[in-house]
């Protein structure tokens, strides 16, 4: 178990080392943070002087040492675009956005998901299964950002039930979350709902029943336990959409978390910036994945004990 | 508590699997009885009906494709195929228990030795002192080292000790029948006669009756008081041990019998009966038997046979056969 | 059972595949009613026919004065293209990295996994931003997301298959007789594989769509004029209140065709291979 | 119990969102700067504290004209225009009780403005400027070469804002992150990165007109139709909207407000056309070298529909792209003759490129348009389709290159941006400063234009210290451009915003920033 854990970290890091590698190398090929900063009219003697403010006249290679010395400590670098802030401080602002409205979203994803996938497949063919299917397609078939703005002109605009946009309680949350959301439980509805119906026909589910086990206990206890394995799989998968998601949700409903942060650091051509969102990202999904590794053997005593 | 009074009394059962191409019955009026502290084996070959016959009585059915389409299961009176599915939940692990046939899936693997007893003991009103009394349990069924394998996963025992747990997790309500579906089937030749002796240590302790599901004639030997024989949803013969094995009166019996040269060994297909059994849907009108039978007529092949008394007239045995009479 | 599965083909969602999708693909240039990219200013943002539009123009006109039934129609094109490319690559490039992982383990699978696990756990759409920053958004961009966000998943669960299948009599018994390595892969593993393969693709399709018009909303999609969907839906999206139909028509032409794509794959899945169902 | 607890706090969240939009608070959803920050120097010049904070001229709302309310009472320069003396406005303080305005706070403004990290936009007008405080009212700054307009730079599109020192001294730049205190109207209440600013009235404001409206929000929103939904879910009471979108507020009972003048000009730039001889940037293969494909482009250009289609029908057709009649060199005759020149004439254009051999004397006849997505100017991407069709009505091989804001910069920056590309122009902007941006390689590196002509009228424009002599040198560059065809001037358009009348009674605002909107004092609530 710990072995396996340590692997697994291990694999995670040199993961991360290459991931840092190619966001430098990616954010430096991307264009000159000048040409967002300066404004139409720059002069070249103002060019150069913020290129040299900035750093930029070192050799690529020292560039990039400089920045995993800095980051392996924490440090980005200072953004460029919101001054007076490092790159660090930038991101982990917007970080609790994110991670509130990704959080929503799991939660009704996860709420709404599980039950509706073992419900379908506990009943199978009828009714309640072709709901669950209907959800789970149109989830799979709608592009994110249209599903939020017909939302938003549904249940802000027309009914006026929510805000529209922007940063606030729970009533501003919700939209958002549901239609970053629905994909998701879209998802995790067929996954679930299948392996349920694998699990439902396991010899352990007809014993639990014929020793008594009243049928709710059977599904939840015994049936789900074991089908958990498939959805927990895909919490890994989940976390990384989850963030991507992100980047167009925030766009739509106006949420200053990262992914907004992400768009416009790059419109920005901010890199310390955009270095900094894609390796949070990257170490959110590692994590995730490294926690879904732990569920794993939580879950499955099989993989516990090996 | 006398020997002939009937605990569980099976009438003209009928059940159905509903499948996308139609409904087929596979289980098509099957009617027996097991007496109080009996042992009565059901004897087929796969898709002869014995386990689904098995699965109606506890009414697990394959969900959603499967349903009792007719007939009754009476214990102790009360008629099972009439009770709501909460009523069900009550009968089932305490006035009957079952015994699935492979020890490597039945228990469920995410959950400890000791949890899935004590489920059972919970499912049976008990309260307190659930661990010692599971440990108990355990010990009642011939588990080495009870007190730690309770903490064991199932992926950490033998197949003979899990199916030695899921006995016990049948006993645990001390139910009045026992329902083992081919409990040694997946298990090794020496863990099985164990297996057995523990089944039958079990029956004298506590006096339930078993209703075992085989298609191995050497342990209905061994271990029954009475068996039927079922082949394509319908019981063909019925009888005390003796009476059928001296005087079998169906001759698809006979091919069992003959095609077990030595009635300690097992077999898994009767290789010795010449084609298939029918597919359920392609059922006629007479003897399901007829097309492999050797005695078959037309009247065989057109007319469903009758019952009739067995060739030695035992009692309580009868054959569902034309030809009975004339059989040597 | 396949017979009987196949007396099931999802008639409906194929027939409606045809409908959106692959007619309009290969025929719009003869049954559009109009040229996409030549606009007609004196009929700007004409409604639908049914919502007080003509038939000139059954599903209206866009901005630019363009039909939209002509554009939803071209826009097929895009659609069926941008998933077939980048759907190959990514299938062709998943599986044998898969097949190479899966069949000679050891550090060289360690190396791919960790590249599966790097691509995973990089954003995207972030990577995508930063691409077109470089060099503008253009169809390869496009193509190039694509194959960058599915080449994963095929080679996880090819890779998953190979290292069960190599374990097989038959695979060892090819091994005994003395076959290589490559002619082991190609002759005896990948056909066992196949059906996994095509399931996996028909279902990514839905995904590459979708993902299309994520890009197009972010303004790095396919580049216009070209009428791709993602770009008429991204594009209509700020006219959703007056000029609704302009988002609504393409946004359903997504929806049709994802819907029909995910349930014949489903269909197919069952019928292939139900083992897949958790893939 | 625990139930209850929980509706409570979900109430309480919902019932949060309408306790802040009380009838007091006028909320404007407007587009994001392009940079967050309370440092001005440190932003292109999009400036989002106008409310808050002055520059030492102001405008006048409804002609637009300098005048004195901003922080200078009065102002005065030599002769040749190379020393300028201003004297604030007696009384004039900041806010939070950081004390008077003094010219101390106008030599550190400069200081700030400046220094290294200095991203504006026409900073340099002060570079090499001496500022000195003559006293505590009075300071002058002392330029390096004559500075005709140099108010520009302290007006409402300029580039010195004035901060105080005495906060500066006691928090540093940190101060002004959290808190800066500006001099204006408003103050500065609260920074939300993303969200927006709000600010409140100054009770009793120093120069002696109070605003009327208590509390201000500006609240950003990049999705214009997300800009629409807060409009008319009245979450908003006001909203800078595409002109595409304005019909559906109007129908909805919203008006529009528009600025007394023209806020902006579009043109579509022939970049590249570097014609000076020997440019090392030239690309002689640019199809647009020969004047006659100028020309026939613009011929090809129906100005009226493009202002239907992309300005809802509420622009003029602007003559030269740079020019205003508030500016030096304003040419009534070019307005004129511009329907002669440029009128929409496909016929002349297909005969213009059969003229010039279009396209097979060319090596590279294909027109390539860049379409862009600029924070303000919405329509740019539709812009580049509409004139792709123009284009191919008259037989031009056009394609469209997609490239961000800040992608095109590199390319002007390099000179290499050899696109037909959108442009936007603010007319506040003075002559001489629009002639550098666009026409003269004053301007370098991102001019488009370059002609031997103009660059000899420039150099004695820029020398020359006569108004009248500047007037005429500035007309004649207009006029060259617009007899070379240098650009594609499109039209000229007023700032406009939506208002909900239930909360909004009127607005002046003169249409002198880049938002176009300022004079947030002026607005009057119902």
Known sequence: ?306 | MTKNDPILCVKNLRTELALSSGAIEVVRGVSFSVNKGETLGIVGESGSGKSMTALSIMRVLPRPIGRIAGGSIRLDGRDLVQLTESEMTRIRGREIGMILQDPHTSLNPVYTIGNQVIEALQINQQRGGLLEKAISLLKKVNVADAARRVHAFPHQMSGGMKQRVVGAISIAGAPKVIIADEPTTALDVTIQLQYLELLEQIQQETGTAIVFITHDLGIVARLCHRLVVMYAGRIVEEGTVDDVFNAPSHPYTVALLNSVPHVDRKVDRLYAIKGNPPALHEIGTGCSFAPRCPLADTRCKTVSPPTVPGKNHGQGHFAACWKTGEMA | MSRRALRRLPLVPILLLFLVLIIPAFLATWIAPHDPYISNLRARLQPPVGFGGSWDYPLGTDRLGRCMLSRILHGAKYALGISMVGIAIGAILGTALGLISGYLRGWVDVIIMRLVDITFALPSILLALALAAISGPSLGLVVLVVVFVIWGFFARQVRAETLSLRERDFVARARVAGASGGRIVLRYILPNIMNTIIVLATLQIGVVIILEATLSFLGIGIPRPAPAWGLLVADGRQLIVSNWWISLFPGLAILLTVLSVNLIGDWLRDWLDPKLRQA | MKLTRIAGVSLAVLLGTTVLTSAQTITVAMSPPSVETNRYWNTPGDFNLGPAMQGLVGHDPVTGMYDNSGLAESWSHNDDFTEWTFTLHEGAEFHFGYGPVTAADVVHSHTLHTGEDSTLIGVAQLKDVAVEALDERTVKFTLPRPQIDFLFAHGGRGSLVIYSKAQYDAEGLEGYDTRPAGTGEFQFVARNIGQGLTFERVENHWSGRDAEVERLVLRFIGEPATALATLLSREADMAVLPRELQPDAINAGFEAIGSSNAANQTAMLFNGTFLTEGDDKLDPTLPWLDIRIREAINRAIDREAVIDVLYDGRASILPVFGMDPRHEGYREDLAEMFEEYYGYDPERAMALMAEAGYPQDFENPVIPILSSNLAGNPEFPTMAELMQVFLDEVGFQTEIVELDWAGLGALRRAREARLFHPMRNMPVKPSAVGIGNYYASSGRPNVNYEDPVIEELNTLYAASTDPQEREELAGRIFQQAFEQYAVAPLASLSAEIMVNPETVAGWTFPGVTSAGISHFNLIEPQ
């Open chain 1, 1 to 306: 178990m710990l072995t396996f854990l340590f692997k697994r970290t291990l694999y995670a890091l040199i993961s991360l080392l290459v991931i840092t590698l190619i966001v430098f190398s990616l954010s430096h090929l991307s264009g000159n943070p000048l040409d967002a900063l300066l404004p139409d009219d720059a002069t070249p003697q103002q060019i150069e002087q913020v290129t040299r403010h900035l750093g930029l006249d070192r050799p690529i290679w020292v560039q990039y040492l400089t920045f995993l010395q800095n980051a392996a400590m924490g440090d980005f670098g200072d953004s460029l675009k919101w001054k007076g802030q490092t790159a660090a401080e930038v991101v982990w602002e917007r970080l609790p956005a994110t991670l509130q409205l990704g959080g929503l979203a799991l939660l009704i994803s996860i709420v709404v998901a599980l039950p509706l996938g073992v419900m379908a497949a506990v009943y199978k063919n009828t009714a309640l299964d072709a709901v669950a299917t209907v959800i789970a397609l149109l989830g799979q078939s709608l592009p994110a950002f249209w599903l939020g703005l017909v939302l938003m002109w549904i249940f802000a605009v027309m009914l006026g039930w929510f805000p529209t946009s922007g940063y606030g309680g729970l009533s501003h949350m919700i939209l958002p979350a549901v239609a970053m959301a629905w994909f998701q439980v879209a998802a995790l509805t067929r996954l679930t709902r299948s392996a349920m119906l694998e699990v439902l026909d396991a010899e352990y589910i007809k014993l639990a029943r014929v020793k008594g086990v009243r049928e709710r206990r059977v599904v939840w206890k015994h049936a789900f336990r074991n089908a958990a394995i498939v959805p927990v799989t895909y919490f890994g998968v989940l976390a990384g959409s989850l963030l991507t998601g992100s980047v167009v949700i925030e766009t739509v409903f106006n949420w200053p978390g990262t992914g907004w942060l992400a768009i416009t650091a790059i419109q920005g051509r901010d890199f310390p910036v955009v270095q900094t969102v894609v390796l949070f990202f990257a170490v959110l999904f590692l994590l995730a994945n490294l926690i879904v590794d732990i569920l794993y053997a939580l879950i499955d005593p099989r993989i516990r004990n090996t």
